[in-house]
Structures are given as C-alpha cells and as structure tokens.
DNA sequence: CATGTATAGTTTATACATTAACGAAGTGCC
DNA sequence: GGCACTTCGTTAATGTATAAACTATACATG
C-alpha cells in the first residue's frame, strides 16, 4: 500500500524524491518497531542486540571492542554508548574491562550470560530477517542496497 | 561505499537480506542526521518540521488536526506528541485550540509565526531532498517505493 | 623533558520514542 | 436515564539520541 494511505493522508506528496525519502524513513521506523517487538521477548531491545552482535563478530582475536569503536559501527555518539554499556553492564550482559597498554579505554566484552542469550536469540533472527526480506529476490536486494548507497554518498558531499 | 566500510567492520554481513535491512537502517540514520542539521540553523528539529507539515497540508478545511490524527500521519504513539506539542506551544510554532461539539480533542493549529517559519524553510527544505535523491532517476526512484512498499507490506502480515 | 594537541570516556541538558495507567468525555444500547 | 465500552489526552518510568563541557591519558615535537 502507498505511503500516504497507511498514513492516511489527504494529500499526496508533492515530488516522487520527497516520497522517496519519506519511504525510506517510515520503512525504517516499521523495521526498528518490528525490531523492538522481537526483542522484547528476550529481554533485550535492537540496539542492544545490534551491541552484542557487534562484540560477537567484529571483535579482533582478543576480544572485545572499546566504546568509541562501537560508536563508530553503530553511527551513534560516543556519550550514547556510555549509558547504552551502563545500562547493559547493570542487566549483566557486558563488561567493560580494561584495555592494556592505554588506560583512557574500556575495552568491552560479553559476559558469559550475554553470550549465552545471543547465541539463543540469533538464529531466530536471522530466520526473521530473511522472512521480512523475502519478498525481494537476489537481484532486487542487490538493486536496493546500490540505490540506498547513492543516497548515503549523495549526503555526504 | 559499501556500509561495512562505511562503519569500519572487519567482517561483513552473513546474508544479502541483512545488508539489505541494515542499509535501509542505516541510510534513514543518515537521513535523520542531515535532516537535524539543516532544521537546526531554524531553530527547529526534523520532528517539528514534519508536524507543521502536515498541519499545513493535510488539515482538513477547518484547519487543525488533533493529536490523535497527528500520531497517525507520524507514526508514532500518542503519547508522544502531548510533550511534542507543549515544546513547540513553548516555542510560538502551534496552539492547542477547543474542538467544536468533543470535549476530549484538542485541535493543534499552527500559529501566525510557525505559519511564517514553514513557509521560510519550506523551499530550501524542497531543494535539499531533491539535491540528496538526485542521484536516482525518476524510474529508479519508482522501483525503490516499490520495493520499500512490499518490504512494509511484509512487515505487517 | 616540556608543552601542546589529540583521543577516550563521562556528565549534563535536552529531544524524541515507548508502554502502562489514569481521568475526562463521547457513544451505544437496554 | 444509566451502564458498559471506547476514545482522547496526560503522566510517569524508561531507553535512545544529540551537543557541549569536562577529566584523564597518550602522543608528537621542538
């Protein structure tokens, strides 16, 4: 259905390139609900998991990320992860430990516990993802990925 | 640029689907960032601006909509724009006005300088999408509604 | 080595989002 | 007329985001 209509709208949008834009942030805003909902089973919200996922798969061989490299891969403020690891450390899914060699770091690691819950919740997801997806073939997604990519640079200049 | 790239991650991501919703994630993300910074040289945020919007181009001939009905077109609780609606009374940009025959409504209207205030950012604002989306053509711009449509309709079933 | 500059993390003030619970007001129906 | 049910808005508790100002630490260079 258009946009305007689940919105409810009495008028449409003036240029093809306003409802562009405006597809991208509602879709958005129904993937991070869908997310949200999803979560909550587990105790968890997206940015949460998005977290651990994050010390999971992009952790070097150590282990273990400091809070400016998860800022970084998650396009937030650095202040934003301090409460985000506060809030998570008090719910015992991370630590912050420290980083040898540079004592201005926390480095950041998964409890035992939130490991645990991660490896739980994962495969759910992934099957959830792919079902959300699904209705795109290989190519389509492929399609989406380059146009969202433009865009990105286009803002960027 | 690839987002993995983008965010600096060591590893990429397991499946096309994924990439594909983190994309649509994280360009909305970068939409919203660049939405802030240009609203804040008015003194506005994206939030604000979207509300005076749609009271101006989606009330009904009365003029005003209430909150209910703003929730709605955003998408968000309504819960959400009691404390939206008391910053921007606040800030001289709408009022809160009696609904005619129901007691419960508020009808939110814009006042005379929010009035004002859209009509000097509106323009620029029009510019500033079509710079952003201009990398799309007018048929690429058509297959990403499209394909943003089916990704919601999937979403809801 | 000393000084200036950059980086990591925290704090504070503010904005936006949710759910749950509540009061006030409209509606339907016997 | 009265009672149940719904709808509209608000409040409180919580989570996520920002910018700006601050402390502590590391680094680079003369």
Chains 1, 2 share one sequence.
Not at 98 to 103: E, I, L, T, V
Request: with cysteine; aromatic share 6%; proline share 2%.
């Amino acid at each position: 259905m258009a946009l305007k209509d689940e919105l409810g709208l009495r008028e449409g949008f003036h240029t093809l390139e306003h409802e562009a834009l405006l597809n991208i942030y509602f879709t958005s805003s129904c993937i991070k609900k869908a997310a949200t909902e999803f979560f909550r089973a587990y105790g968890l919200t997206d940015v949460q998991f998005n977290l651990m996922m994050l010390l999971w798969y992009q952790s070097p061989e150590g282990g273990g990320l400091t809070q400016v490299d998860l800022s970084r891969m998650m396009l937030v403020n650095r202040a934003n992860i301090t409460t985000l690891i506060d809030r998570m450390e008090k719910a015992d899914l991370v630590k912050r430990t420290a980083a040898p060699g540079d004592r201005r770091c926390h480095i950041v690691r998964l409890t035992a516990n939130g490991e645990k819950l991660l490896r739980d919740v994962e495969k759910a997801y992934r099957e959830n993802v792919r079902s959300i997806m699904g209705p795109l073939n290989t190519s389509q997604l492929t399609r989406l990925i380059a146009m969202l990519e433009r865009i990105r640079t286009s803002l960027t200049e």
